[in-house]
């Protein structure tokens, strides 16, 4: 019995004296190292790089020269109806652009938020539309004609208008999540574009006077009354005409805008990394004409 005490001793006194020379392990510890964990990626810093894209345009011309009848009929009884005439159309253009980033961002273990600014240079995004057409304005508010008496403007409204959005800055807020090397991100802010306007219009008019003229003849007596036949014809007279022209060109004006979309970083190696997204700029009108642009784009860029 002794004996057997003694060789357990001894057995575990040589089990410890083995434990304490192997390597300490961190999962002989219960724990897990941070070698051993998925690493998240440095995003914090600033940042630049350049990008190449795609843009489409959505340019609705239909009132491009409302302003420009308005202000050439101003006073006059066809102002009103020949304003509400949608006469030119709606267009799609499209272009390929360049441009370039610079942003900062904050990063709070897989959170990041940023602001950034960005460039782009469109390569041709342009388009126009011409039209005309005619309508018969009948006695429109303001118009007084005599009793038993219709007034009809024949009236002629030809225009033409013309848009290129030459360049966009845009100034971003981001907020993105960090998933490993990954960087998905969604943004909105201002923008602010520049473009190249220009717009023409001519309105022509005939004025008429309809009304019906009454005359008697007479063609006898009965028993000493006369008698009379009446005739009624109707008569159209012109009464007026008139043609008045206007038109407008601006070369680099600004007008502003919003812009929202998503996109996705990817780190390639060290502080390098490349982004894909897609964004829509709505801006506001400029000389009657509104317009938005829905741009993807491709890009590579530098985090210090």
């Known amino acids: 019995m002794r004996l057997t005490l003694l060789a357990a001793m001894m057995c575990g006194v040589a089990a410890g004296a083995q434990a304490a020379d192997l390597p ?3 999962i002989l510890r219960g724990a897990v ?3 051993m964990t998925h690493s998240t990626r440095n995003w914090d810093g600033w940042y630049v790089g350049g990008q190449v894209g795609y843009t489409s345009a959505d340019m609705d011309f239909s009132h491009s020269v409302k302003t420009l009848t308005n202000f050439m009929l101003r006073n006059s009884v066809l102002q009103d109806p020949v304003s509400q005439w949608s006469l030119l159309s709606k267009n799609h253009a499209q272009a390929t652009g360049f441009g370039g980033f610079v942003g900062r961002n904050w990063q709070w273990d897989q959170v990041v938020l940023g602001v950034e600014a960005n460039y782009n240079y469109m390569n041709s995004l342009a388009s126009s539309s011409t039209n005309g057409m ?3 304005i ?3 508010t303001g118009e007084s004609p005599p009793a038993g008496h219709t007034h009809t403007y ?3 409204l030809t225009g033409k208008a ?3 959005v030459k360049d966009v800055v845009t100034f971003r807020g981001r907020a993105g999540w960090a998933a490993g090397d990954f960087l998905p991100y969604m943004f909105g802010g201002l923008a602010v574009g520049r473009v190249d306007t220009a717009r023409s219009a001519t309105v022509s008019y005939t004025k008429w006077d309809d009304y019906d003229q009454t005359t008697q003849t007479l ?3 009965v028993n000493g009354t006369p008698v009379y036949t009446t005739t009624t014809t109707h ?3 012109q009464i007026g005409a008139g043609s008045v022209s206007n038109a407008e060109h601006r070369t680099n004006s600004f007008v502003a805008g919003w812009t929202a979309g998503l996109g996705t970083e990817y780190n390639i190696w060290g502080g390098l990394f490349m982004r894909a997204e897609w964004e829509y700029v709505r801006f506001m009108s400029v000389k009657d004409t509104s317009f938005s642009t829905n741009s993807v784009r491709a890009g590579l860029g530098y985090k210090f």
Request: proline share 8%.
């Open 24 to 26: 300490d392990l961190p």
């Open 33 to 35: 190292t941070d070698g």
């Open 134 to 136: 005619s309508l018969n």
């Open 138 to 140: 009948v006695n429109p």
């Open 154 to 156: 024949s009236t002629t």
């Open 162 to 164: 013309s848009l290129q």
């Open 219 to 221: 063609v006898g007596f």
């Open 235 to 237: 008569i159209t007279a």
